[in-house]
DNA sequence: AAAAATCGTCGAAGCGCTTCGACGACCCAT
DNA sequence: ATGGGTCGTCGAAGCGCTTCGACGATTTTT
C-alpha cells in the first residue's frame, strides 16, 4: 500500500502538505499542488480509510438501517437504497447497509464505535425503540418514515395522509360512494407502521367528510388471500364501486378477480392504487395511482444528512406531496345498480 | 466517547490487557477478565472502529456491490443483499454498499483505501471490467454470477444451465415439443450477463438432445411488451404449449394473456418459470418453476469469504444445483390440435 | 523604511488501537 | 534446591493520517 509518506517523500514536499493538497484546508502554491498530484497519480495512491477515520474522528460513511422484513414493498425499499447509495457517493460518502434485525444495538455499536457519521433509518414505527437512543447520540440521522414524536429529528417521507386523500377524493369526484381500501398484510398494521396507519386517516378523514362509505381490509399478498378479502368486501359491501389498493402483491389478484367475476375496470369498478410508478404502468390495467417517490425520498434524505454533518442542517419535516395520475383505472361510477356477480 | 485507555484505568489494568481481553488473542486469568468485561459494560465502551483498522489493519467491513439497474429481478437482489448482511454481522463484519455504478473505480477505491477487508460481487457479466483489478489486487472475492474466466476466482451461483435443461425435461416428459422460451429485457442479453446466457445455453442443448423446438424470446417486462412478444411466438410456432418464462414481470402478463386468449394453463398450456419461489407460489397460478435461491447464495458468498479471510478458503467455483418444484402450471401436452385462438 | 499581515510550507503531536518483546510469578522436572 | 517452562500482565512502538503552531519569505500597510 502506498502512503502518504511515500507521496510526500516522492513529490518532495512534507506529509501535511500532502495532505493539505488532498483536504484543500490551507492554501497550497500551484506549482506544489500539481506537483504532489501528479506524484498522487503516479503512484495510485489511495488514502488508508482508518487512518482518515482516525486522525479526523470521522469516517465518510452513512449507515442505512434497511427493513429485514420482506412483506412490504421490496422493489421501493432497494430504490430507496440505491438512490442513498448513488446520492451519498457524490458527496464523498459511503454508505454502511444495516438490517433492521439487530435494532437499537446496531444503532449503539455503529455511533459507538464512529463506524458511520450518520444514520438513515427506514421503516420507522410509530414507537420505534431506536429513536430514544438516536436522540442521544447526537449524531445526525434522518427517517424515511415518521414516528409519532418527530421532536428534534428529521424526516422524509411522502405525505402518506394527503395520499389517502386524495384517493378518496378522486373516486368520490367520480361519484363512488363505496369504497374498499384493500391494505397491507395485517403484521403491517399490529407493528403500527406509520405510512400504513397515516393513509389510513387520510382515507378516513376525507371519506368522512365527502360523505363516502370505507370499508378497509388488510390484505396479505397473493392471489388466495385476495380472493378472500375481495369475497368479504362485496359481501358485506355489495354496493361497492371503487378500490384503493396499498399493497403491491394484492394488485395483479385484484385485477385479475375483478375481470374474472365480469367487473370490468374501470367501468363497472375503479381501482386507484398507492405504489411506485413502475407498478402502476406494468399493471395489467394501467393504474390511476399515487406513486411513492422511492428515489426522491432517499435523494432528500442524505442531502439533509450532508447539510447536517456540515453544520448546515436543520431538524425538520419534510412530507413530500402526493401527485395523483389518472390512468386507466378509473372512471365515473355506474349510475345501474352494482355489476353482475361472476361465477365467484 | 468511551477509549481503551478509560476501561484498562477503571479496571486497574494496562491498555494491552483490555485489548487481549477483547481479541482473546492472549490468554487472560478469569478474574481480570471479568474485571474488564465488567467496566467494559459499565463505561458503555465500543472499541473505535477506525483505530481499530488502522492498527489491526483490517476494517472487518465486507463491500457488496449490487446492479444499478432495475431492468431485473430487484426482490431476488434485494434478498441476497440482505441475507449478505445479516450473515456478514454473524461473522462480524458490516457491508458496505457500492452500486455498480462507479464500475471497475470502485473496486479501487475500497481495495485501495483499505475501507473493505473483501468484496462480493454481485450481477457479474461475461467480460466484466471489474474482474483482472479483482484478481491483482489480491483482496478475498466472491462473485455471485459466473464470469467466462473464473480463474483465480470464487463464484457462487445457481447452476443456470443445468436449470434451463430441466426446465426442457420437465416439459419434454409431459410430451411437449414446442416450447417457447421468454426471456429477460433485450438489454441483458446484450450485455452478456452470465445467467441469462447460460440458462439459454441449458435450455437450447437439452432440447436439440430430446428433439424438442426451442424458440428464444427476449421481452421486457410488463404488460404490452409482452402481448407484442406472446403474438409474435404464435405466429410463428402455432404448435407451441410450453413456456419457460425467466423474467418475473413478465410471469403474470403472460398468465392474463393466455387466459383472456382461451388457452388454459395447464391443459392447454404449460408454464415453467426461474424466478424466486415467493413469485412462484403467489402468481395466479401456481408455478412449476426452478427456484433462485438467493438468500442461500447470499449466505455462502459471505462463508466463503470470511473463510478467506481466515486463511481457509480456497478458489472454486459453486453452483448450486438447481431444483424444479412441480406446482399447477405444467401438464400434460394436449393430445389434439393446438387449442383455439382467443379473441386476441 | 519599518511594522504588520499574509502565504506556503514544515515538524511534531496525537487520534485509539494492536502487537511484540519483556518480565515477574509460578509450577514442574531434575 | 535449581534451571526451564508456562502463564498473565505490562510498556512501548507503531499503524497512516490530520491539524496546530511555527517560521521564513513575500506582500501590504502605515
Known sequence: ????????????????????????????????????????????????AGARALAGSRSNIIALMVPLRTDMYVPVMMEIAIAVATTARTHGYDVLLLTGEEGPDAVRRVTGSGLADAMILMDVELEDERLPLLRQTGRPSVLIGLPADTTGLTCVDLDFTAAGALCVEHLAALGHRDIAVIGEAPAVYERHTGFAER??????????ELGVRLLHRP??????????????????????????????????????????????????????????????????????????????????????????????????????????????????????????????
Open 219 to 344: 390484505c396479505e399478498g397473493g392471489y388466495d388471500a385476495m380472493a378472500a378479502t375481495l369475497a368479504r368486501v362485496f359481501d358485506e359491501r355489495p354496493a361497492t364501486t371503487g378500490f384503493v389498493v396499498q399493497n403491491e402483491s394484492a394488485i395483479e389478484p385484484l385485477l385479475a378477480l375483478l375481470r374474472r367475476q365480469g367487473r370490468a375496470v374501470p367501468e363497472d369498478v375503479s381501482v386507484v392504487a398507492v405504489c411506485p410508478e413502475q407498478v402502476a404502468t406494468q399493471a395489467s390495467v394501467r393504474l390511476t395511482a399515487v406513486s411513492i417517490p422511492a428515489r426522491q425520498m432517499g435523494r432528500y434524505a442524505v442531502e439533509h444528512l450532508v447539510a447536517k454533518l456540515d453544520g448546515r442542517g436543520t431538524d425538520e419535516v419534510v412530507l413530500i406531496a402526493p401527485e395523483l395520475t389518472r390512468r386507466a383505472s378509473s372512471g365515473p361510477a355506474a349510475t345501474r345498480t352494482p355489476p353482475p356477480t361472476g361465477k365467484s
Open 1 to 48: 500500500m502506498v502512503t502518504l509518506a511515500e507521496v510526500a517523500r516522492h513529490a518532495g514536499v512534507s506529509a501535511s502538505t500532502v495532505s493539505y493538497v488532498l483536504s484543500g484546508k490551507r492554501s497550497i502554491s500551484a506549482g506544489t499542488r500539481q506537483r504532489v498530484e501528479q506524484s498522487i497519480r503516479e503512484l495510485g495512491y489511495h488514502p488508508n
Open 199 to 208: 393513509t389510513l386517516d387520510g382515507l378516513r378523514t376525507r371519506a368522512r
